[in-house]
T-cell receptor, first 114, second 110 residues
């Protein structure tokens, strides 16, 4: 079974802190994704990576950056956390070059910014 | 980008068939339609994917009419454990522009 793990299930940070969310997948997948999930808004794509050191902006990249130095690891960085970034963050991975390929999700990180 | 619209919530009883419809009027030629299920405190999980007509697996069926402007996820004989949020995803063949619907909360009652 594909396994996608996220470094923390819950995080509490203060406004202005730099926050790192880590995601690791064990199936040698090409693609990795970061989403945020908010009530009534579903999942919204923040960033997408289709290869090591390659990234593309999703629908809501403002206030976020990403890093993919190794194929299995995709990090989401909040350079200066703000209260409006309080949310559930979900990482996913998929194989191949098609966006329609099945995505495998991690359990999520619930971030609270005070 | 193909925007999707789903009902916010649905209620059902155990043993009934449940149909959840997703509207995607401006779906592109290369878009696939995928449905995911999400339980509380978990990430979404793939249920079924299709391009046109009908697809069936051990969990669900997916009906896509000829114009592909909508799709219907059908869950046969639901149980209490099917209570979850169901997402409709329209994904292009290439690229990263993925569009999740807002999700449908399905509540199954005994």
């Amino acid at each position: 079974d594909v396994k996608v793990t996220q470094s923390s299930r819950y995080l509490v940070k203060r406004t202005g802190e730099k926050v790192f969310l880590e995601c690791v997948q064990d199936m040698d997948h090409e693609n990795m994704f970061w989403y945020r999930q908010d009530p009534g808004l579903g999942l919204r794509l923040i960033y997408f990576s289709y290869d090591v050191k390659m990234k593309e902006k999703g629908d809501i990249p403002e206030g976020y950056s990403v890093s993919r130095e190794k194929k299995e690891r995709f990090s989401l960085i909040l350079e200066s956390a703000s209260t409006n970034q309080t949310s559930m963050y979900l990482c996913a991975s998929s194989d191949g070059t098609r966006g329609g390929e099945t995505q495998y999700f991690g359990p999520g990180t619930r971030l609270l910014v005070l | 980008l193909a925007k999707t619209t789903q009902p916010i919530s649905m209620d059902s009883y155990e043993g009934q068939e449940v149909n959840i419809t997703c509207s995607h009027n401006n779906i592109a030629t290369n878009d696939y339609i995928t449905w995911y299920q999400q339980f509380p405190s978990q990430g979404p999980r793939f249920i079924i994917q299709g391009y046109k007509t009908k697809v069936t697996n051990e969990v669900a069926s997916l009906f896509i009419p000829a114009d592909r402007k909508s799709s219907t996820l059908s869950l046969p004989r639901v149980s209490l454990s099917d209570t979850a949020v169901y997402y409709c995803l329209v994904a292009p063949l290439y690229g990263n522009k993925l569009v999740f619907g807002a999700g449908t909360i399905l509540r199954v009652k005994s």
